[in-house]
Every structure is written in structure tokens, then in C-alpha cells.
């Protein structure tokens, strides 16, 4: 039924339009503790708007299952883009999240030549504001840093729950040059009240990876070759924490392919969690089907 409603809303939405679309696609990762996390996505637009409905799970050894539902819009136009989501984590072990994000991309350089060796220069900005809040206290002999957090055992339930709310912004930039795309991302996080170390360790992602902290900055790259037969693309996260916690790294590589209408993909992921923690490798595969 579900499934049903979701395909009338997209014909309704975009029945009839110019250059209408509808992307669905899955991702699976698996790794270290037995990490297991699964993205389910639909996206129906036209050469205008889209609108994305998502779902992302994962859960480990040291970790509850974590589900965050969303739906993102977007317009794209000649010279910016914009994209707005709403996502949503229902409680597990006590905790649960809701967040709204936003972007908006100028591109600098307008529509390129057909022939052009340039073909995008992009800047943009993002904000984004998560409400989190916790029924549950880890005791201090639990917490740990980087990924490796448990957050099952020895557990008491405090006296009201702890909420916090978390304010992300920053700037990407982008360039497309012969077909080769190279873009960057840089992030700020504050926090609307000071934490303390036996306070739960917020859920976070670092590249394509679930982890957990108190975020503070984090920076990122990535380099993809479009144009190639197999597309194959690189890039390196590093995130910063509060309370003296180790920064972590990620680095990953991955290769995609189109096949009439299916597109397959396969990557590979190393996070290094930081201090005492050893590094942790994740492997994915996907596909997606354009219609």
C-alpha cells in the first residue's frame, strides 16, 4: 500500500512534465562488528524539481539499530540550485533525533560551451538543525570514542530526558573540468548548551559510515571521473570533536557503472577512528534504476 501511495504521488507530481524522471535505488555496507546499513531511496522530478523520499538503517555489535526517515526537495536552475530536507530518527535505546537542512549552490560560470574544457564552477553554503534528546545515561565506564561506543549495557534512566539541539553550516565548492569533478565541503558545528563526557555519544556519519561524538568540525574532499567507462571516484573526511576526543579520518574509493537502466556501484571505505582504536574497513554495493 505504501509503495502504491509513494508511485501516485510521483505521477501526480510529475506526470506530464518536461524531462520527468523517477530514480529507486538501495546501498548496502557492511564491516567491522559486524556493521550491517542499508539506504533505500526514491526520487522523482523533472528538469526543474525533484522530490526524494528516503530511508537509512544500520545497527552493529556495538550499536542499537539506528532508522532515519526523510524527504528532500530541491529546484535547479540555469545559474543556483537549492535543496531543502526533513528527516526523522525514531527512539531506540532511549534516544531519538528530528532535523530539518537546507543548501543553496551558485554556479559561476552559467551553461558551458558543448566543446568547453570548463564545465562547472560551483559555490554554495548549508545549514542545518538537529533536536536531539535521550531518556537514557550511559555510565562512564561505557563511553568510549570513535565507533566503537556500546550503548546496550549499563544503562540508567535519568530524571528528565537530556535534549540538546545542534546547528551544522558551511560552504561547499566545486569544479568540472574535462569531465572530472573535484569538490569540497567544510562544516562548523555548535551546540546550544556544553556536554560532558557522560553524556550519550550523538550518532554522526563520516563519509559513508555511521560513528558517534560530539561533532565540532569536519572537512572533506572528493574527486569523481564521470566521464570514465567505470566512473571511479575517491575522497577523504577528517571530523574534529569536543571533550578531547580523537579525530577521526576516513578514506574511500569506489567504482560505478551504468548498464542500460540499471546503474551498479561498489565501494570500499577505511575509517580510522583515532586514538587507541584501530582502523575498521567497510564494503558496499548498490544499484539504481532509472525510469
Known amino acids: 500500500m505504501k509503495r502504491q501511495l509513494t508511485a501516485a504521488v510521483f505521477f501526480i507530481v510529475f506526470a506530464g512534465k518536461a524531462g520527468a524522471y523517477f530514480d529507486a535505488g538501495t546501498r548496502f555496507t557492511s564491516g567491522a562488528d559486524s556493521y550491517s546499513g542499508l539506504n533505500i531511496f526514491g526520487e522523482g522530478g523533472n528538469d526543474n524539481y525533484y522530490l526524494r523520499p528516503a530511508l537509512n538503517t544500520y545497527k552493529s555489535d556495538v550499536s542499537d539499530r539506528y532508522s532515519t526517515y526523510s524527504l528532500g526537495v530541491g529546484l535547479d536552475r540555469p545559474l543556483w540550485r537549492g535543496s531543502a530536507e526533513v528527516s526523522l530518527t525514531p527512539e531506540t535505546g532511549g534516544y531519538k533525533n528530528s532535523a530539518v537542512y537546507t543548501d543553496l549552490t551558485f554556479n559561476l560560470i552559467g551553461e558551458p560551451e558543448e566543446d568547453a574544457a570548463l564545465e562547472d564552477i560551483s559555490l554554495g553554503a548549508f545549514a542545518g538543525f538537529t533536536s536531539h534528546e535521550d531518556s537514557y545515561s550511559l555510565s562512564t565506564g561505557t563511553v568510549s570514542s570513535g565507533s566503537r561506543r556500546k550503548t546496550k549495557p549499563s544503562v540508567s534512566t535519568l530524571i528528565s530526558s537530556f535534549k540538546l539541539s545542534q546547528t551544522d553550516y558551511g560552504l561547499t565548492a566545486s569544479v568540472r573540468?574535462?569531465?572530472?569533478?573535484?569538490?569540497?565541503?567544510?562544516?562548523?558545528?555548535?551546540?546550544?548548551?556544553?556536554?560532558?563526557?557522560?553524556?550519550?555519544?550523538?550518532?554522526?556519519?563520516?563519509?559513508?559510515?555511521?560513528?558517534s561524538g560530539f561533532q565540532d568540525r569536519a572537512v572533506s574532499a572528493r574527486l569523481r571521473f564521470s566521464s570514465l567507462p567505470l566512473s571511479p571516484e575517491a575522497g577523504y573526511s577528517k571530523t574534529y570533536y569536543l571533550l578531547d576526543q580523537a579525530d577521526s579520518e576516513a578514506i574511500n574509493v569506489g567504482l560505478s557503472q551504468k548498464i542500460g537502466a540499471a546503474t551498479l556501484s561498489a565501494g570500499w571505505e577505511s575509517l580510522n577512528p583515532g586514538g587507541a582504536v584501530s582502523k575498521s574497513d567497510y564494503y558496499s554495493c548498490g544499484i539504481t534504476f532509472s525510469f
Open 177 to 211: 573540468v574535462y569531465g572530472v569533478r573535484l569538490s569540497g565541503r567544510l562544516t562548523k558545528t555548535d551546540y546550544d548548551k556544553d556536554v560532558a563526557a557522560e553524556d550519550r555519544q550523538l550518532p554522526i556519519n563520516i563519509g559513508n559510515i555511521s560513528a
